[in-house]
């Protein structure tokens, strides 16, 4: 079963060669080729087996991070932690950016629904652009300090 043994190296080409990342990589390979040979007993072809088995196994950024974590703690945690907090800011960044516009949509909408003679809606924008504003310099912030 090559195609297996090629998926799980491709997998750890960026995991650090030590003992427990050869482990693991022999213990997902035998995993995987028991879950092939069991599809294969209940009918599936090889090919149907292995696909099958790969999209089974699933995510392999934790396992990742958990092998990478073992080589380099200190390092790994800073870095870690502080990419974390970079993705939710970003997250927040375009939360806010996202629902700045939906509440000056709506405001623009009831402006022009009911008063379209007076020009209105700008006020709450002044009042609404704090939010998305406040969270583009947070995000600044963050990304200056990755």
Do not use: H
Not at 35 to 53: H, M, P, Q, R, Y
Not at 79 to 92: G, L, P, Q
Not at 118 to 142: D, G, K, S
């Amino acid at each position: 079963m090559i195609t297996i043994k090629d998926y799980v190296e491709r997998l750890f080409r960026n995991v650090p060669d030590n003992e427990s990342a050869r482990n693991m990589r022999q213990e997902i390979i035998q995993n995987l080729q028991e879950k092939v040979t069991d599809l294969k007993e209940n009918g599936k072809s090889e090919e149907d087996a292995i696909n099958k088995a790969i999209v089974d196994f699933g995510d392999f950024d934790e396992i990742r991070d958990e092998l990478t974590y073992e080589t380099k703690p200190e390092v790994q945690t800073d870095k870690r932690i502080a990419e974390n907090k970079y993705k939710k800011t970003t997250n927040a960044f375009l939360f806010s950016v996202f629902g700045f516009l939906i509440i000056i949509g709506l405001m623009l909408f009831i402006n022009l629904y009911y008063s379209p003679g007076t020009i209105w809606f700008v006020y709450p924008l002044f009042a609404a652009i704090w939010w998305p504003l406040a969270m583009f310099f947070r995000w600044l912030n963050r990304r200056n300090k990755r």
